[in-house]
């Protein structure tokens, strides 16, 4: 017999371990299972193991609601985040709820039997595994796992050094003494070049264009006042919401007054880099949170430029050469490694193939409504973090939101819940709103936006706090229907209540 579960989730990493702790808090009596392609938790903190992995947003803010973060540093390394995942998932059961090396192939929906049959690879055994569930949330965040974005350079074949991606960081590569160029300006960039400065011989950054830079403190002083005097239970949330506030001011000064905050970061950089050449090598070409923002804790990154251990150069690669790369200016850059630090791949829903009453569903030609359900698609939430925030603070607000679908639906026997599509008053947009290369390659294979209603992500967490925990469930965008008993009956349709 095929296994059936209330919720399958996809996913094991931070959100999907979320999503599980948050239906066993609210919905106990459901039955959940998770199917992870990779053989460990963590997900994309479990998969990156370059030096120097760190989160780009503060633990208080990245860490769950209900599961307080206890240690001292707010901005934290990649293997401490990794055990909070892994301890969370322990603590409220979701460990033993996790089938690893199975990856979700795909997934058809019968509107007649309102369920879910969906079609996973073991990828440990060569075996295909079917499971059926009533409701199918996908936690596997938008990056492509297998793979990283490299763009062809010239006479790479050429060179006779090493090349590295840090998505496949080998765990025996030796750089100490040595000339390392990373390639790149983006956060993996930024958190690289400190971190392997302690060991190289001389690290340099070579990046097309700048990027925004802010330092913030590796600890919260705020934190361990509050600790100090307070329950974890009560000091956690007062932190969470003071940062989350903070970034959130950062951003909306960005947005509506941006040569304000440009003045404020180039000072910033200034504060920790006297008389450098800031014009040149951090003055992007586009306004803060246009695209997200390199942070960095303590100003590492800021240290390693002024004690000489690095520098940053602001070029073009002309051509690899035997040892080194050659630049258009006409430079040449020594190099025994080279780390390509140039982005990511996006790929939409882990990749599965979505089709709904033997009609495949053309994600490109979805719209995302509340940027957690696809128009036209039943009994189907997804993941979507902020591009301007903590990705965890949306993961939330999305895992208790379909605890509160779910609810309505039991207490009401309701069966279906499908967001109808927008009619075409509506301008449909890319959902993701940053410039970013990895987002502008793959937008054109994402599902859509608008720009009101429910059908559109706000980057507002106030505002979809309010939204997702305390508005209605129900509203234009989302239809429930109940399914008849009789064989071959149409769904009977409701009006959401």
């Not at 399958?8 to 998770?34: D, M, N, Q, Y």
């Not at 765990?171 to 392997?196: C, H, N, Q």
């Not at 940053?312 to 200016?329: M, Y």
């Not at 999305?398 to 599509?421: E, F, G, I, S």
């Amino acid at each position: 017999m095929t296994e059936h579960v209330d919720v399958l989730i996809v996913g094991a990493g931070l959100s999907g371990v979320g999503a599980a702790c948050h239906l066993k808090r609210e919905c106990p009596e459901k039955t959940v299972a998770i199917l992870e392609a990779r053989e460990a938790i963590g997900g994309t903190w479990d998969l990156f193991r370059y030096p120097g992995i760190r989160s780009d947003s503060d633990m208080f803010t990245l860490g769950y609601s209900f599961q307080p973060w206890t240690e001292a540093k707010a901005i934290a390394d990649g293997p401490s985040i990794r055990e909070y995942v892994r301890r969370t998932a322990r603590e409220y059961g979701v460990d033993r709820e996790i089938r690893f090396r199975h990856k979700v192939l795909s997934a058809e929906f019968s509107s007649a039997d309102a369920r879910w049959t969906v079609t996973a690879g073991r990828e440990d055994t060569g075996d295909t595994v079917t499971l059926t569930c009533s409701f199918l949330f996908v936690c596997s965040g938008y990056y492509r796992y297998d793979e990283g974005y490299t763009p062809k350079f010239e006479g790479l074949g050429d060179y006779r050094g090493q090349v590295v991606h840090p998505q496949h960081w080998p765990e025996d590569l030796d750089y100490a003494g040595k000339r390392v160029v990373v390639i790149g300006s983006g956060a993996t960039a930024v958190t690289l070049v400190p971190a392997m400065a302690e060991t190289a011989g001389h690290v340099t950054m070579l990046q097309r264009t700048p990027s925004y830079v802010l330092s913030l403190p590796g600890n919260d002083p705020l934190a361990q006042k509050l600790r100090n005097r307070l329950p974890a239970a009560l000091a956690y949330p007062l932190v969470r919401w003071k940062n989350m506030l903070r970034a959130f001011a950062g951003v909306q000064l960005s947005r509506r007054r941006p040569e304000v905050m440009k003045r404020l970061l180039r000072k910033g950089v200034l504060s920790w880099l006297p008389g450098y050449d800031v014009d040149t090598h951090f003055n992007p070409g586009y306004n803060p949170w246009e695209q997200r923002m390199c942070l960095v804790p303590d100003g590492d990154f800021f240290k390693a430029l002024r004690g000489g251990r690095a520098e940053i150069v602001t070029d073009h690669i002309d051509t690899f050469t035997e040892t080194g790369i050659r630049l258009r200016s006409g430079a040449e850059l020594p190099a025994d490694v080279v780390v390509t630090a140039t982005g990511l791949n996006l790929l939409a829903i882990g990749g599965m193939k979505l089709t709904v009453d033997g009609t495949a569903v053309d994600l490109p030609n979805t719209v995302a409504y509340k940027g957690a359900m696809l128009s036209g698609v039943p009994n189907f939430a997804m993941t979507l973090g902020y591009t301007t925030a903590s990705w965890t603070l949306r993961a939330d607000l999305v895992a208790r939101w379909v605890c509160r679908v779910l609810k309505h639906m039991d207490v009401r026997d309701y069966r279906l819940c499908t967001p109808d599509a927008p009619d075409s008053s509506h301008r449909l947009e890319p959902l993701l709103d940053l410039k970013s290369g990895y987002v502008t390659r793959s937008a054109q294979h994402l599902p859509k936006q608008t720009a009101r209603g429910p059908w559109r992500i706000r980057q507002n967490y106030p505002r979809e706090f309010q939204q997702f925990r305390h508005g209605p469930v129900a509203d234009e965008g989302l239809r429930f229907d109940r399914v008849p008993t009789g064989a071959g009956e149409r769904p009977e349709r409701v009006t959401a209540a």
